[in-house]
């Protein structure tokens, strides 16, 4: 933490680091090949999960304000099976949505958004709710629908189950009339293992024929699986997220070496990236992925496309408390450009 400059950044670091012990990824990344020992590994690993996800929601977030918004809760249909019978979203073919919608909203821009949570934790109903008050905040202040999508996780769901989950997400064009969305004006936004996941997503989109999205939001993203990059070695320990966990988050998330080059898991991998959307990209100064993803936003300007990025004065998971007001308004920004541009 020598290189933090900021006082109050190096006390918040400080407060937040005894926090981690409790946040452990799973010694076992990849469940045993013995039947009776990869059902008990799926319990354990999903057990583990849950009992993290519920710290997580019970330190909640800010008492949201829902003025003027509507939220509600949708199925979305998925495919896939990770191969454990206890599974409830592999069993129900389904996964879970929060949509916060303007009241009165029709034809409404639409944001689909993926939690970060190194691909493993971060998700389920009551975690997605603590993040009510800032898309709600969206939802009232840009008339857009913002759609916080819980997609299957990792290590019991591997690459590309996540991914493709998310990619699915965007089955809100198809059924643009049920949730009252503009599937011509529709966006993608995630931070951390959810900003992989929103990169994935855009370059699906494109290479898949669609739905056409207007804009991206990459929140100090993960884009590159080697874990090789300056910066990714410059803040290896001591400033929260450490490259010991990047390096797990992978061995998690992939099912296998040869996926680590797959651009829909590494976007850093992709051939091109012409034709993806107008995208914001927000950095850290002492976060270890900071590099990995200014050399994204860059070879994205160099294929042609649009470009915001800021870099703030934070580390992966620690922020100085006028930060989150600041990324907000980036992404507010990039939103209304984008998606009212026909308003």
């Given at each position: 933490m020598k290189l933090v400059t900021e006082p109050r950044l190096r006390d918040i670091i400080e407060q937040i680091t005894p926090h981690l012990a409790n946040g452990k990824a799973p010694a076992a990344k990849h469940p045993p090949i013995e039947p009776a020992a990869r059902e008990a590994w799926f319990s354990a690993v999903t057990r583990e999960r849950d009992r993290q996800q519920a710290q997580i929601s019970a330190a909640g977030g800010a008492t949201p304000n829902l003025t003027d918004v509507e939220v509600s809760e949708v199925r979305i249909p998925v495919s896939g099976t990770?191969?454990?019978?206890?599974?409830?979203?592999?069993?129900?073919?389904?996964?879970?949505?929060?949509?916060?919608?303007?009241?009165?909203?029709?034809?409404?821009?639409?944001?689909?958004?993926?939690?970060?949570?190194?691909?493993?934790?971060?998700?389920?109903?009551?975690?997605?709710?603590?993040?009510?008050?800032?898309?709600?905040?969206?939802?009232?202040?840009?008339?857009?629908?913002?759609?916080?999508?819980?997609?299957?996780?990792?290590?019991?769901?591997?690459?590309?189950?996540?991914?493709e989950d998310c990619y699915t997400g965007t089955w809100v064009a198809d059924n643009a009339d049920q949730l009252g969305v503009d599937p011509a004006r529709l966006a993608v936004s995630g931070g951390s293992?959810?900003?992989?996941?929103?990169?994935?997503?855009?370059?699906?989109?494109?290479?898949?024929?669609?739905?056409?999205?207007?804009?991206?939001?990459?929140?100090?993203?993960?884009?590159?699986?080697?874990?090789?990059?300056?910066?990714?070695?410059?803040?290896?320990?001591?400033?929260?997220?450490?490259?010991?966990?990047?390096?797990?988050?992978?061995?998690?998330?992939?099912?296998?070496?040869?996926?680590?080059?797959?651009?829909?898991?590494?976007?850093?991998?992709?051939?091109?990236?012409?034709?993806?959307?107008?995208?914001?990209?927000?950095?850290?100064?002492?976060?270890?992925?900071?590099?990995?993803?200014?050399?994204?936003?860059?070879?994205?300007?160099?294929?042609?496309?649009?470009?915001t990025m800021r870099r703030l004065p934070q580390a992966h998971g620690a922020e100085l408390p006028e930060n989150g007001p600041e990324t907000e308004r980036l992404v507010n920004d990039l939103l209304r450009a984008n998606l009212l541009r026909s308003q």
């Amino acid at each position: 933490m020598k290189l933090v400059t900021e006082p109050r950044l190096r006390d918040i670091i400080e407060q937040i680091t005894p926090h981690l012990a409790n946040g452990k990824a799973p010694a076992a990344k990849h469940p045993p090949i013995e039947p009776a020992a990869r059902e008990a590994w799926f319990s354990a690993v999903t057990r583990e999960r849950d009992r993290q996800q519920a710290q997580i929601s019970a330190a909640g977030g800010a008492t949201p304000n829902l003025t003027d918004v509507e939220v509600s809760e949708v199925r979305i249909p998925v495919s896939g099976t990770c191969g454990w019978s206890g599974c409830p979203a592999c069993t129900a073919g389904s996964i879970d949505a929060i949509v916060y919608r303007p009241v009165r909203a029709s034809a409404a821009p639409a944001c689909l958004h993926f939690h970060g949570g190194g691909f493993w934790v971060g998700g389920g109903l009551n975690v997605l709710r603590t993040n009510a008050a800032a898309h709600a905040a969206r939802a009232r202040e840009l008339g857009v629908v913002v759609i916080d999508v819980d997609y299957r996780m990792a290590p019991t769901h591997k690459f590309p189950l996540p991914v493709e989950d998310c990619y699915t997400g965007t089955w809100v064009a198809d059924n643009a009339d049920q949730l009252g969305v503009d599937p011509a004006r529709l966006a993608v936004s995630g931070g951390s293992a959810g900003g992989n996941l929103t990169a994935a997503v855009a370059l699906m989109s494109r290479d898949r024929g669609g739905p056409a999205l207007s804009a991206q939001v990459l929140n100090i993203p993960v884009t590159d699986s080697s874990c090789n990059t300056a910066s990714m070695h410059l803040f290896a320990e001591g400033y929260v997220m450490t490259r010991q966990n990047a390096l797990e988050m992978w061995d998690m998330y992939l099912a296998s070496p040869v996926d680590a080059h797959n651009p829909y898991a590494s976007p850093m991998h992709a051939d091109s990236l012409r034709g993806l959307p107008p995208t914001l990209v927000v950095l850290g100064d002492y976060d270890l992925l900071r590099d990995e993803g200014s050399a994204y936003a860059q070879r994205l300007v160099d294929d042609g496309v649009t470009v915001t990025m800021r870099r703030l004065p934070q580390a992966h998971g620690a922020e100085l408390p006028e930060n989150g007001p600041e990324t907000e308004r980036l992404v507010n920004d990039l939103l209304r450009a984008n998606l009212l541009r026909s308003q």
